[in-house]
């Protein structure tokens, strides 16, 4: 019998912590990673994952930008939010500002996958942002499409409760078992670190905001009922998206005018690990043209 994978931990996917304000409560940490320099970049995670989804494009995009990646409350290693306090887009966009604020950085780039991608267009619309890429954002699902995605999801959670550590580390030591467990949302799963697998599988586990996000995701689609104007924006969809259907991306530029609509060949619903020089490609080109609409206005 072969031996069992042991996970390791290695030390480039350490993260510290920033406290954020809630107002008339307490606050709560949120952990980040934070590297390069030049302008500000925030990077944002789909629902049940953690900041380490951007690991594979942390190093080009640092590169450039002073790229902050940041574990949404309730997931990875940041707090859940107080009791009673609702994870919906009305609080999460200023606690987000907040955050930025607290480290330093304002009005930054910011690239979301998934649930990040909402907030990463939130973020614009309420000028957050000096540019926007939105990786398959979520919220611009019909009901049918909404109840399919929810049901994956709740699926791969109980998958991921239901394996204990020593048999996750087996399972995720094959390229079939990494296929298995991610699947759903890499189109090519058996390029992920058997590492990667098993953190990944412990933060859907244990994310205490699973449930309540997907509670405000029964609310009505998101629908920007203004154009997110004076920055770029992009949407980006993998053409192999197993959860969040590509004709959804149709509809989110639809639904924003001005938005740039751009596929991802050959990638799943969280593109970062299928295609990480296309995604890198996509954020800094979004993040370039802000730039040069800034030089442009400082020189007209």
């Known amino acids: 019998m072969p031996a069992l994978y042991t996970p390791q931990t290695p030390a480039r ?7 954020v304000s809630l107002p008339g409560g307490p606050g709560v940490e949120m952990a980040y990673a934070r590297r390069g320099a030049g302008e500000p970049m925030l990077l944002l995670h789909g629902v049940g994952h953690h900041w380490q989804a951007w690991e594979p494009v942390l190093t080009v995009l640092a590169g450039s930008y002073d790229v902050i990646a940041l574990d949404l409350p309730g997931f990875g290693a940041s707090r859940g939010l107080p009791d009673g306090v609702s994870y919906a887009p009305e609080t999460m966009v200023p606690l987000l500002a907040r955050a930025c604020a607290a480290l330093g950085v304002a ?24 540019s926007v890429t939105a990786l398959a954002p979520a919220g611009f699902y019909t009901v049918p499409e909404r109840r399919y995605a929810f049901a994956v999801l709740r699926g791969m959670r109980a998958g991921a409760r239901a394996l204990p550590d020593p048999l996750l580390g087996l399972v995720a030591r094959s390229a079939a078992g990494r296929t298995a467990l991610t699947g759903t949302i890499y189109a090519r799963p058996g390029r992920r670190s058997p590492d990667a697998v098993v953190a990944e599988t412990r933060a859907l586990r244990g994310a205490a905001g699973f449930d309540p996000v997907l509670a405000q995701g029964r609310r009505p689609e998101t629908r920007f009922t203004q154009d997110i104007t004076g920055i770029p924006v ?23 005018p001005g938005a740039r609509l751009v596929r991802l060949r050959g990638c799943g619903h969280v593109p970062m690990n299928d295609d990480p020089a296309a995604v890198a490609r996509v954020v800094t080109e979004t993040a370039r043209s802000a730039e040069r609409k800034a030089t442009e206005a400082v020189l007209s």
């Open 107 to 130: 009005r930054p780039h910011v690239a979301g996958n998934s649930l990040g991608g909402l907030l990463a267009l939130e973020l614009g619309l309420h000028g957050h942002a000096r």
């Open 13 to 19: 996917v350490s993260a510290t912590t920033v406290r």
């Open 234 to 256: 992009t949407i980006a969809w993998g053409d192999r998206d197993r959860l969040l259907l590509r004709r959804q991306g149709v509809r989110a530029r639809r639904t924003i």
